[in-house]
């Protein structure tokens, strides 16, 4: 009896410090988004990201690749951007084929938690894609998916996947199957905010502040 009554504490000790660190969390979670404003994201960004690209075609064996992204977006309102990017990234199967390509995406992307310090995101669009000084160029679509914290109120730490179907089969040189070519790209960047929506939130005259709190040492300075 004693035992389960020791073990009935200790189950009771550890919610309580779970449950508290919980709650702290969540309040720090709550005061960042109240800091930074009620819309938190500016109206333009700044985007470089770092990953990798794997092919989805002919060959088998595909094998990663670098990805390198650059991008400039453009809110159309709180939760809505357009963005221009600009991908260098290489294919590749094993033994082979490895080849570098670029391409020039335009995508609508949506945020729909974008007055939070989190939120994911999906975006869809089409682009053009060549191969290395535009010996081939070729259309294609994308769309994607992922997940950004804001690390400062203009910067964003963000991780994304994205898959691109190309209007063509011989994007890997071999025409093979019914089906066109197509790859993935995973990368890990930052987003860089400037330009707001809104105004600066206003502090309500009772909300405790710096100067409300040591109000004779400011009278002082």
């Known amino acids: 009896m ?4 020791c073990l009935f504490l200790s189950l009771l000790f550890f919610y309580n410090i779970s449950y508290g660190q919980e709650k702290a969390k969540s309040t720090k979670i709550k005061t960042l988004n109240k800091g930074y404003n009620s819309e938190v994201r500016g109206t333009n960004a700044l985007s470089v990201a770092f990953g990798a690209a794997i092919a989805n075609a002919d060959y088998p064996e595909a094998l990663f690749e670098v990805n390198m992204h650059v ?16 991908n260098k990234y290489n294919l590749a199967f094993k033994d082979v084929f490895n080849e570098g390509f670029m391409s020039f995406d335009v995508n609508l992307e949506i945020i729909p938690f974008s007055k939070n310090i989190f939120s994911p995101f999906v975006y869809a669009g089409g682009g053009v894609n060549a191969s290395n000084y535009f ?12 997940f950004e914290v804001l690390i400062s109120p203009s ?67």
């Open 2 to 5: 004693f035992s389960v009554f």
């Open 71 to 86: 991008a400039y977006k453009r809110f159309l309102g709180p939760y809505v951007n357009i963005n221009i990017g600009y």
């Open 135 to 146: 010996v081939t160029t070729d259309t294609k679509t994308q769309g994607g998916a992922g």
């Open 155 to 221: 910067v964003g730490v963000k991780l994304f996947a994205e898959y691109n179907m190309m209007f063509t089969d011989e994007l890997d040189g071999r025409i093979y199957g019914a089906s066109d070519d197509a790859f993935w790209r995973a990368a890990i960047g930052l987003n860089f905010y400037f330009g707001k929506r809104g105004k600066r939130r206003n502090v309500n005259k009772n909300e405790p502040t710096v100067i409300n709190s040591n109000p004779i040492i400011h009278s002082k300075n």
